[in-house]
């Protein structure tokens, strides 16, 4: 899985926890009480309640981990905090994929209390070696 950690921001650290399948990690980064909306095609997701966001962003990555986690970026814009990533991953039958995601997101003392999260949807890569 690269990149390697060297961003400490809470979002970078939450999605390393995803792609690495540390459910506990995650859970820990995100307040109980968090408000959360997300665009994912085709829906749009409205939750509060940190264990029903914690399942719908586990869901989209593989048990084991990913194959690659390809990009992660952060940053702000004044006090909201912003964290985007591209995941490369593989299912059982060896069928490959990539989605990219965008999140904003507030921070308190609970840790990420809100976060609006835009998603491409997992689009199907070609075979190795096609263009």
């Known amino acids: 899985m690269n990149?390697?950690?060297a961003d400490p921001s809470p979002g970078a650290a939450l999605i390393h926890a995803l792609?690495?399948?540390d459910r506990d990690a995650a859970r820990g980064?995100?307040?109980p009480d968090l408000v959360f909306r997300a665009l994912l095609p085709p829906l749009v997701v409205e939750l509060d309640?940190?264990?029903r966001v914690l399942d719908l962003l586990?869901?989209?990555f593989p048990p084991g981990g990913v194959e690659e986690l390809e990009e992660v970026g952060s940053g702000?814009?004044?006090d909201r905090h912003r964290v985007s990533y591209r995941v490369r991953w593989?299912?059982?039958a060896g069928d490959r994929f990539v989605f990219e995601q965008q999140a904003y997101y507030d921070v308190g003392d609970a840790g990420i209390t809100w976060m609006h999260l835009l998603c491409t949807g997992h689009r199907s890569l070609p075979e190795k070696g096609e263009r």
């Open 90 to 92: 593989h299912d059982a």
């Open 76 to 78: 702000t814009v004044l």
């Open 58 to 60: 586990a869901g989209w």
């Open 19 to 21: 792609a690495g399948a």
């Open 49 to 51: 309640d940190r264990e």
């Open 3 to 5: 990149p390697t950690l």
């Open 29 to 31: 980064l995100l307040a």
